[in-house]
Nanobody, 126 residues
Framework: QVQLVESGGGLVQAGGSLRLSCAAS????????MGWFRQAPGKERECVAA????????YYADSVKGRFTVSRDNAKNTVYLQMNSLKPEDTAVYYC???????????????????WGQGTQVTVSS
């Protein structure tokens, strides 16, 4: 079992920044591929960023490239999503997810992830 707890969401004005954190427990964190997803009302859940086990490889959706940064601290069992230049269209519930497969690279396939956090709301006002 892996427990994932997100924090850092909130209300911010357009152009502002937030940093999301996801603390993991239950498994060796450095063995987990991690991803950040979001789901807006009426829309499908989408992958916005993903990071490899070591942190050396990352993925970003085109919609957030250049504005969001994913990172991890394996010593703290935590993955982060730094979100800058936020736009109203970034408003969504953000989830972190963990993949138990010990593999290289990043994983962006939603259904392949094994564990999910409870989500944290991010609201960007115009």
């Amino acid at each position: 079992q892996v427990q994932l707890v997100e924090s850092g969401g909130g209300l911010v004005q357009a152009g502002g920044s937030l940093r999301l954190s996801c603390a993991a427990s239950g498994r060796t964190f450095s063995n987990l591929r991690m991803g950040w997803f979001r789901q807006a009302p009426g829309k499908e859940r989408e992958c916005v960023a993903a990071i490899s086990r070591s942190g050396s490889s990352t993925y970003y959706a085109d919609s957030v490239k250049g504005r969001f940064t994913v990172s991890r601290d394996n010593a703290k069992n935590t993955v982060y999503l730094q979100m800058n230049s936020l736009k109203p269209e970034d408003t969504a519930v953000y989830y972190c997810a963990a993949d138990l497969t010990v593999a290289f690279g990043v994983l962006i396939t939603i259904r392949a992830y094994d564990y999910w956090g409870q989500g944290t709301q991010v609201t960007v006002s115009s």
